[in-house]
């Protein structure tokens, strides 16, 4: 409970630290070279779906959020189910992370608009703006600032219908809780695959127990 609860909090403070600092620095569409030309920083906001997706306008928003919250709910209670009855070990990481990465973006999608004012191409946000913020409760941006090109080329002449083409790779655009909900899945999907192996393993040691009692013979 104690290592999940730590892991929860360092990634909210690392995730909202992050997003209010580029927030308040950055302007839309601003980058920063990290590591050479394929590890950056650039700034856009997105309606609260992982790596920039989005869906539905102003209603569609309502209800991205409100799943969200609902998702998170369901997730931190199984969490807490998990925990309690001392489940696998792998599935409580996994959880703990996607955990917190939903909560850190649904802060955004929640609050942002009330405690920011709106960025832009050629102005950077003010915090508790006079005036507002920039949306109503519920109808924030999410901050995303991480990007990879590690590709970044133009495909060769000779490939059908995209030749000459640009071609980049990793193209999305994500912050630290899309990271850590990503991980969780990839945890996730590592222990249902070893917990899938092992009831395969315990079937096995039953069916030869089983064939061993029947071909041991009777003492008299």
């Known amino acids: 409970m104690k290592k999940s609860l730590i892991i929860v909090i360092a990634i ?5 630290i992050v997003k209010v600092w580029v927030k308040l620095n950055f302007t839309i569409g601003e980058e920063v070279d990290l590591i050479g030309d394929w590890c950056k920083l650039h700034f856009i906001e997105n309606e609260g779906m992982a790596f920039g997706m989005s869906f539905g306008g102003v209603a569609g928003k309502y209800v991205l959020t409100f799943l969200r919250i609902i998702a998170s709910v369901l997730i931190g ?3 807490l189910k998990l925990i309690k009855k001392g489940g696998n070990k792998l599935a409580v ?7 917190a990465g939903a909560v850190g973006n649904i ?18 946000s003010q915090f508790f703006p006079e005036g507002g913020g920039y949306a ?23 490939i059908p219908f995209f030749g000459g083409n640009d071609f980049r790779f990793f193209n ?9 909900i990503t991980i969780g899945v990839v945890i996730l999907l590592i222990s249902l695959i070893f917990a899938k192996k092992e009831d395969e393993v315990d079937a096995e040691v039953v069916e030869d127990n089983a064939a061993n009692e029947l071909t041991e013979p009777k003492k008299d």
């Open 12 to 16: 909210l403070l690392i995730d909202q």
């Open 77 to 79: 209670w199984y969490l």
């Open 93 to 99: 990481y996994s959880f703990t992370l996607i955990f």
């Open 107 to 124: 802060i955004d999608s929640m609050f942002y608009g009330l405690l920011f004012s709106e960025s832009t191409f050629f102005s950077v």
């Open 136 to 158: 109503p409760m519920f109808l924030g941006k999410v901050v995303d600032m991480f990007y990879f090109p590690i590709i970044d080329t133009a495909l060769p002449q000779w």
């Open 172 to 180: 999305a655009i994500f912050n630290i809780s899309d990271v850590s």
